[in-house]
């Protein structure tokens, strides 16, 4: 196979929820070769979809050990990288914080070897976590200021920061994309909506942490992964911050309450004492960019809900 006939690209993380959905997209281009790298702590092999396309290769690789990742880039001379790899999850992020911040040597390196191999640009999964506790609603990429204090959003800020320092610096192009709760079939089981799902199906309480008040907005897969591949492929937003998330607030008592009912289960909600941080009262973003990249409406929280519940990938 010659590689240099096809657009090669890399996406770090790639056996996680997104970047496997990312790549099967990717991949269904045939002018594009993927190589997807994961050190497999949190991903899983399951979500990739290697078998069922030739032009996706997977690497096991921590993209946190530069011989590791090193190689990798030299071998492919990659156009563009989608940075994905990061330690998810609020409880698994706050348990382990020096973890979380060893994620800034990753940043490093894949920005150091795409300056040195010819990568055109760069995208990163930054997250809604860095607005912290918000002042502005909703969250504009231009103006909220970012003013989170825990260890996960610091790193993403960081790289954010180093991004921009790169293309300054050094002229490497780079789109961040700042994902706000991102749900579909694929999605592990400590994430939100697929624990609800799962206590649901199984008629199991459906814990809730305060009094379920705390609203946040729900983008389904298939929006998030449109947006993104239309910024690449049109070229848009380049060296600037996009929010890709849904744009209507849901508290997840209600969250809770449509999946009871869509599940038509025998769940009951349980309400568990507040947690301590990293549980944000609010979540909106500004989808004025987003919506520039999907071209349609959006997947709405309840029609989301339904096409998991029929997608045979979702199992509980």
């Not at 530069?66 to 071998?75: E, G, K, L, N, P």
């Not at 700042?178 to 199984?202: C, H, I, M, W, Y």
């Not at 937003?237 to 969250?255: M, R, Y």
């Not at 289960?265 to 520039?292: A, C, N, Q, W, Y």
């Amino acid at each position: 196979m010659n590689l240099h006939s096809y657009t090669r690209i890399l996406i770090t993380g790639g056996a996680g929820f997104i970047p496997s959905c990312l790549a099967e997209k990717l991949a269904q281009n045939p002018d594009n070769f993927v190589v997807l790298v994961d050190n497999l702590q949190t991903g899983s092999l399951d979500k990739i979809p290697e078998s069922r396309f030739k032009n996706i290769s997977f690497i096991k690789c921590d993209v946190n050990d530069f011989r590791d990742i090193s190689s990798i880039f030299y071998a492919y001379s990659f156009d563009y990288v989608f940075h994905y790899a990061a330690l998810v999850g609020v409880k698994r992020t706050l348990e382990n914080p020096v973890k979380v911040l060893s994620d800034i040597s990753g940043i490093k390196y894949v920005l150091s070897l795409s300056k040195n191999t010819g990568v055109k640009r760069v995208y990163f999964s930054s997250s809604s976590e860095v607005y912290g506790e918000p002042v502005e609603y909703p969250q504009n990429e231009d103006t909220t200021p970012l003013n989170s204090r825990l260890p996960y959003a610091i790193v993403k800020n960081v790289g954010e920061a180093y991004l921009k320092s790169y293309q300054k610096e050094f002229n490497l192009d780079f789109t961040i994309f700042r994902f706000f709760n991102t749900f579909g079939p694929k999605q592990s089981k400590d994430f939100v909506v697929s624990r609800f799902l799962e206590a649901a199906l199984n008629n199991k309480d459906i814990p809730i942490y305060g009094d379920g008040s705390q609203t946040r907005t729900f983008c389904y897969i298939d929006d998030n992964i449109i947006s993104t591949t239309n910024a690449f492929y049109e070229n848009l937003f380049v060296n600037d911050v996009v929010n890709i998330g849904g744009d209507i607030e849901t508290s997840i008592l209600d969250l809770a309450k449509m999946i009871i009912r869509l599940t038509k289960s025998k769940s009951k909600i349980v309400f568990l004492p507040p947690l301590k941080e990293g549980d944000m009262t609010r979540r909106r973003p500004d989808t004025t960019k987003m919506k520039h990249l999907l071209h349609r409406e959006m997947i709405t929280l309840e029609h989301g809900l339904e096409k998991i519940l029929q997608d045979t990938r979702f199992i509980i």
